[in-house]
């Protein structure tokens, strides 16, 4: 497994992402809270203005690929001690098969060498992969609702792991 981190000047590989982004995350969350929020949220956080302004901002996305082929992507970025972990996507042909391990090992060595402790990341509490995460080692160690504008909230879990 490789993972390509996408350089913030970097318009093409921009572009791919945002499109692989919104094929995977309508295709995950549309059963989950609806196609129009899901639009919505993608508009705001994986347009490719979206994108472009996060990595100004200094957000990592890096494309998961395995023999040239892209398998999903993640994105992250240090907050206070704890690496935030924005983006954890896997085509759904790809789920199952161990790369969420092998992407949270990537993510830990990534934690650690910018020193950070913790991984911390929102879950929907309707999405299925709150599953996945508990058993990759993660813990609930809240739960928040976030209003992000045009009447929809996000009602997720956070987790963490210590590293």
Request: glycine share 8%; hydrophobic share 40%.
């Amino acid at each position: 497994m490789e993972f390509q981190e996408i350089p913030p000047d970097d318009s093409h590989a921009i572009e791919r992402l945002s499109a692989v982004a919104t094929e995977i995350v309508k295709e995950h969350y549309d059963p989950i809270i609806g196609p129009a929020m899901n639009d919505y949220m993608i508009a705001m956080f994986q347009s490719v203005p979206a994108i472009t302004r996060q990595l100004a901002e200094g957000y990592r996305y890096h494309f998961v690929r395995e023999n040239g082929s892209i398998l999903g992507f993640l994105a992250w970025y240090p907050r206070g001690r704890a690496l935030y972990l924005s983006k954890f996507y896997l085509y759904r042909h790809q789920r199952g098969r161990g790369y969420a391990r092998q992407m949270l090992d990537f993510l830990i060595q990534a934690a650690r060498d910018n020193g950070l402790e913790t991984i911390e990341l929102n879950v929907n509490r309707g999405n299925p992969a709150v599953h996945v995460y508990r058993k990759l080692g993660f813990s609930v160690i809240r739960e928040e609702k976030n209003a992000i504008g045009n009447g929809y909230v996000m009602d997720d879990y956070v987790f963490a792991l210590t590293v």
